[in-house]
């Protein structure tokens, strides 16, 4: 970053390989992805097909036994796409700020549907 560029983000972004699924309207299966870093309030990810990505998302990310010391835990979040990067040799890279998120219940019968929920604050 050089002296005229100043950070935007409002709270710490994490590097991480995480799964992501983009739940897109209309569409039976997920589109399988990456997050290569996350935040409370933000994400970027790639998806590896060239797909039409509304301005309201909705996505699953996993987080691993090794990020939760437990089990794996699912997280549905809502976002807002604010850039979209088409060239990239790991495929769409998509920029969301997150404005709510629901912890997946695995044991619910209704799962994944059953969910604990938060809204951020960015």
Known sequence: MTQHQFERRLRPRFSVNLPVELLQAGQQQPIAGMASNISVSGIYFFVSRETGVDPEIQFVV???PEFTLANSVKVRCQAKVIRLDRETARGLGVAAAIHHYEFLDRTD???PFAAMSARTNN
Do not use: G, L
């Open 62 to 64: 996993t987080f691993p």
């Open 109 to 111: 019968s209704n799962y």
